[in-house]
């Protein structure tokens, strides 16, 4: 291996770091959206702040994809992962005990519930980040642009995720119009 | 009491909203302007969650977890004279 291969294979193997997990975001943001729109789970306040740090997550990948890798994009996806592992603990607890008007909302997956998944997603997406630091490092992935097959696979799955943002901010406004959000139905299409 | 019932959060759809213009400036627009949106989304998103789970009975506290046992159990170690 040349010295020149040699430094270009982490910064190809970070772009593919990338790409997959926004493409695992994208997925479960779609599956989210299936449940909702075909299943009839519509979300909860929490549940919709969760699907923000999923967001949140793909947003330092859109801004690698773009300007080229930072730190910074890195650490704002930690960031949001972090935020994802607040909300669905503290979502996870609320629902925990079964008392009136407390218990978990949706259909279970593989036996574990919304929240519950949200939890092991950001366990997963802060253990991705950590082993990808561990083996990569940082020293070789600065001031390279993004493989050009992969950047423009990249863009395409970006363009995915902003319209799916965009129907989420649809649904958020058919369901709490501009008031607190309810999971008893749509606001502006007559539910309460 | 319900969350409508404590003065409503609107901030739901002014946090899709930042959100949406975040990712929309970091795929096509400014960087500031992606880097700012997306601090006021992460903000507000905390600001959020904190109303959230705040409840004017229990605070942020959550009772209906009780990790103290009910009575104490009898159990002596060995060698105990009682």
């Not at chain 1, 989420?168 to 606001?187: E, P």
């Not at chain 2, 627009?29 to 959230?52: D, K, Y």
């Amino acid at each position: 291996m040349n010295k020149r291969t040699g430094a270009r294979l982490p910064a190809t193997l970070n772009d593919l770091f990338q790409l997959a997990m926004m493409l695992t975001m994208a997925a479960i943001l779609t599956a989210a959206m299936v449940l909702q729109y075909d299943g009839g789970e519509i979300p909860c306040p929490l549940c919709l702040l969760q699907r923000v740090a999923m967001f949140g997550v793909c947003f330092g990948i859109i801004m690698h994809f773009r300007h080229g890798y930072s730190a910074r994009n890195d650490g704002t996806g930690m960031l949001f992962a972090l935020l994802l592992m607040m909300v669905s603990v503290r979502q996870s607890l609320l629902d925990i005990y079964p008392r009136p008007g407390h218990s978990y909302i949706g259909s279970a997956v593989l036996g574990l519930h919304m929240p519950v998944w949200s939890v092991v997603i950001a366990m997963a997406i802060l253990a991705a980040f950590a082993i990808k630091f561990a083996i990569l490092g940082d020293e070789h992935l600065r001031d390279r642009p993004p493989s050009p097959a992969l950047g423009r696979l990249a863009k395409l799955v970006s363009l995915y995720v902003i319209v799916v943002c965009l129907i989420n901010l649809g649904s958020v406004i058919l369901q709490c119009g501009v008031d607190a959000c309810h999971t008893s139905g749509y606001r502006l299409l007559g539910g309460s | 009491m319900t969350i409508a019932g404590r003065g409503a959060p609107k901030m739901m759809l002014v946090v899709f909203a930042t959100l949406s213009l975040a990712l929309l400036a970091a795929y096509c627009g400014p960087r500031w302007l992606a880097i700012v949106a997306m601090l006021a989304c992460l903000a507000l998103s905390t600001g959020l969650f904190l109303f959230e789970i705040y409840s004017p009975e229990y605070g942020f506290r959550m009772p209906w977890l009780q990790v103290e046992l009910d009575a104490v159990p009898q159990v002596w170690s060995r060698g105990d004279p009682a």
